[in-house]
């Protein structure tokens, strides 16, 4: 398994991006840009429910696409993982991302397959993505 660290992201010359890590009472005072695919909501309820305290949500997608977008534009902020983390939005502006001062939990990633069984070639390749892109090797 390896840990992915989520983050909270802004548009490049969004003012929480001011100091090298964001405090939990910037991001709520924002509005905020929900992702809602693969448990993600109910991942971040979790994190916000530690703190008796929610987001400003303004919108709710089950597109990364989307929160980019918003985000970038200066809509609202997020808190992502670093595996969806990209600087820029779709529409080519910058995303900047800092981590979140009260550290939020990691999200596990893993890849399992039988033991016995010879990974194919799209498999051995998507295998080394994962690694590359969480930083656990290849």
Do not use: C, N
């Amino acid at each position: 398994m390896v840990p992915l660290a989520p983050q909270a992201l802004a548009g490049d010359r969004h003012p929480l991006l001011t100091e090298p890590l964001v405090p939990v009472e910037a991001v709520i005072r924002e509005p905020y840009i929900m992702l809602t695919v693969d448990e993600a909501d109910r991942t971040q309820a979790k994190f916000w429910q530690g703190f008796g305290i929610r987001p400003r949500v303004i919108f709710e997608t089950s597109s990364v696409e989307a929160v980019r977008s918003m985000v970038a534009s200066g809509m609202g902020v997020t808190i992502l993982s670093d595996m969806v983390y990209w600087p820029w939005s779709p529409e080519g502006q910058w995303i900047e991302q800092r981590p979140v001062a009260e550290g939020v939990p990691s999200m596990d990633v893993g890849l399992s397959w039988s033991k016995g069984r010879v990974l194919s070639p799209p498999a051995r390749v998507f295998r080394a993505f994962l690694g590359l892109a969480t930083g656990g090797g290849g």
